[in-house]
């Protein structure tokens, strides 16, 4: 997907992935941002549970206006049916990389 266009995102880098989705870094050409976009596994896009649940994930975190959460701008689709999420980017270390280096204690 890197160096493709989604909409008015063109892919710049893959960030990570799971099991609900992958994540890339891409720029939103329209404002001119960073953006992070999920998308969830084109798999799981046949999977009407799966699609479901992503829909709720993107409408609980689009409620959710905190400064410890990262803010979601919207939800979409490509012309192939793929959701994707589009959410603020930050820049630093993963929360895995934190924990591996002892950052974070109970």
């Given at each position: 997907m890197i160096g493709q266009n989604i909409s008015h995102y063109k892919i710049v880098?893959?960030?990570?992935?799971?099991?609900?989705?992958?994540?890339?870094k891409a720029e939103d050409t329209r404002l001119k941002r960073t953006v992070a976009l999920k998308f969830?596994?084109?798999?799981?896009?046949?999977?009407?549970?799966?699609?479901?649940?992503?829909?709720?994930?993107?409408?609980?975190?689009?409620?959710?206006?905190h400064n410890n959460i990262c803010t979601f701008h919207d939800i979409d689709e490509t012309t192939d049916n793929q959701l994707f999420i589009i959410r603020d980017c930050y820049e630093g270390e993963t929360l895995k990389q934190q924990i591996e280096r002892g950052l974070l204690v109970e």
């Open positions: 880098e893959k960030l990570g992935g799971g099991g609900m989705g992958v994540v890339y969830l596994p084109p798999d799981l896009t046949r999977d009407e549970e799966a699609k479901t649940r992503f829909v709720h994930e993107a409408k609980a975190a689009l409620a959710l206006q």
